[in-house]
Nanobody, 117 residues
Framework: QVQLAESGGGLVQAGGSLRLSCAAS????????MGWFRQAPGKEREFVAG????????SYSDSGKGRFTISRDSAKNTLYLQMNSLRPEDTAVYYC??????????WGQGTQVTVSS
């Protein structure tokens, strides 16, 4: 069983930065694809960024490309999302998720990110 715990959310002004962390416990995630998702009020959950098990391949949504950077530290079993140039439309609950090769089946509880204009 895998437990994921996000942290690092908060209130920030537009143009500011935040770094989200996702600490994993229960087992090592070194062979899992990892991702960040977000859900804004009244909207469906959407993909933000993903990273391969090796860290050698990353992908981003159009909204995050150029502003967000996903990374992982396998030694610490931790996933990160560096978010720069934040916009009010980035306001959402951000979730990390783990994919052991058959889909994102492990999810954290989420961390709130609020960007004020």
């Amino acid at each position: 069983q895998v437990q994921l715990a996000e942290s690092g959310g908060g209130l920030v002004q537009a143009g500011g930065s935040l770094r989200l962390s996702c600490a994993a416990s229960g087992r090592t995630l070194s062979t899992y694809t990892m991702g960040w998702f977000r859900q804004a009020p009244g909207k469906e959950r959407e993909f933000v960024a993903g990273i391969s098990w090796s860290g050698g391949s990353t992908s981003y949504s159009d909204s995050g490309k150029g502003r967000f950077t996903i990374s992982r530290d396998s030694a610490k079993n931790t996933l990160y999302l560096q978010m720069n140039s934040l916009r009010p439309e980035d306001t959402a609950v951000y979730y990390c998720a783990a994919d052991p090769r058959w889909g994102y089946v492990y999810w954290g509880q989420g961390t709130q990110v609020t960007v004020s204009s």
